[in-house]
């Protein structure tokens, strides 16, 4: 538990990048192959990613980025996306459980016809907040199991959604969520953690209360 809390107090929000570093895919995939176990709604898991970690990748990304620097020094920018239609593909995500035998016929028929209801009554606003939501839990998965193997990130919000999509052929069941860059922090010009609230100020109890 103390290794835990060690690289979640230890993660910061890298600005600045040492440039040149690589990352490989095999160092990628040890990390995509935790991420996976991030929670998800009826374990649906959402969130899509694309690696983009070539020159004229991350130049298309820094261009969309309004050209912040670290996208450029960056080791590989990734794109966080959420699949609104995930519901859609509730019968292949129960369908192991079922031929395990965990789950009956009549409890994997009930499972999938439930759960693509549930969605489709809520409509398309809830199902692309619902995409953006799991997509999320399971970035913050990312970067903390990279900060574990050694690798620095920043979350991004700054960036032309509709631009990402059309240069990384993003179909339109997918809403861009973020941008993650990774790489070696360059620690050179690193300022002190920013100011966090105090526990009262952003936790009630019984109720809310402003503070």
């Not at 959420?82 to 519901?87: D, R, Y």
Request: glycine share 6%; proline share 4%.
């Amino acid at each position: 538990m103390g290794e835990f809390l060690d690289v979640y107090k230890n993660r910061r929000s890298a600005t600045k990048f040492i440039p040149d570093i690589q990352i490989t895919e095999k160092e990628l995939d040890e990390i995509f192959n935790l991420v996976k176990l991030a929670p998800s709604a009826f374990n649906l898991q959402h969130v899509h990613y694309v690696v983009v970690n070539d020159t004229e990748g991350k130049q298309k990304m820094y261009e969309a980025s309004g050209k912040q620097y670290k996208v450029l020094t960056s080791s590989a920018v990734i794109v966080v996306l959420g699949n609104t239609q995930a519901h859609q593909h509730t019968a292949e995500i129960y369908e192991g459980m079922f031929n395990l035998g965990i789950l009956s016929k009549q409890e994997y028929d009930q499972t999938v016809s439930s759960t693509i209801q549930f969605y489709q009554d809520r409509g398309e606003i809830f199902q692309k907040e619902e995409a953006i939501r799991n997509a999320s839990l399971s970035a913050m998965a990312l970067m903390l199991i990279a900060k574990e193997k050694g690798w620095d990130t920043c979350p991004m919000i700054g960036f032309d959604p509709v631009q990402v999509a059309n240069e990384l052929d993003i179909p339109d069941t997918h809403v861009p969520v973020m941008m993650i860059t990774i790489g070696k922090e360059d620690t050179s010009s690193q300022r002190p953690r920013g100011y966090r609230k105090p526990v009262a100020e952003f936790v009630s109890y019984h109720q809310f209360q402003s503070n």
